[in-house]
């Protein structure tokens, strides 16, 4: 399942995978669809053009076996956590700005979000200023696939309670405990 409120606009053409030219103006569940039934026609990939929120989250993701944060704002972040722990599913998060992103897996019954952004107030974050090279959310994504492959097949360690940071700059990644109580296993 792949859910999204929005359509392509010329911004995006420069990071999202399924963006060109001709997809502006289309949602981008469809595109997402028709990129993948393009790539392998057996996946079934059901698209919702919709925004995740705690009202109606539940039911969105309701027999999912893992959710995928690739969300721009904090505050739906934050929210799509609270969703996964009420079902009962892990969380697999990553968030870019500039020449850097992390990703990190909240797991139910952990406050991996929480904790990293604990000092979050409002509004957007570092990524207004930082900006949005296409290198960076390709990268991040990549190891947000890798993370759901390993669960879903229950193979390798999960970033349960670490939080894997790169720094696209010194070309360095550094994987750092988030929680005193971090687990290898799930």
């Known amino acids: 399942m792949v859910i999204d409120p929005d359509v392509f606009e010329e911004h995006n053409l420069n990071r999202q995978l399924f963006s060109s030219p001709v997809n502006l103006g289309q949602a981008k569940v469809q595109a997402a669809v028709t990129r993948v039934n393009g790539i392998n026609p057996a996946v079934t990939l059901v698209p919702v053009q919709a925004a995740v929120s705690p009202e109606n989250g539940v039911d969105l993701l309701d027999g999912c076996r893992v959710a995928v944060d690739a969300l721009d704002t904090i505050q739906v ?38 904790t990293i952004y604990r000092s979050w107030k409002a509004g957007k974050g570092v990524e207004q200023t930082l ?44 994987i750092i405990n988030i929680s005193e109580d971090s687990r290898d296993t799930a």
């Open 77 to 114: 972040r934050l929210e799509l956590a609270e969703v996964c722990a009420a079902l009962g599913i892990p969380l697999v998060h990553g968030a870019i700005a500039g020449w850097y992103g992390h990703v990190a897996t909240q797991f139910p019954g952990d406050d991996t979000l929480q």
């Open 131 to 174: 900006g949005n090279p296409s290198f960076t959310p390709a990268l991040v994504a990549s190891l947000q696939v890798a993370e759901v492959c390993k669960l879903l097949i229950g193979r390798g360690t999960p970033l349960r309670g670490r939080q894997l940071m790169v720094d696209l700059f010194a070309m360095e990644m550094h």
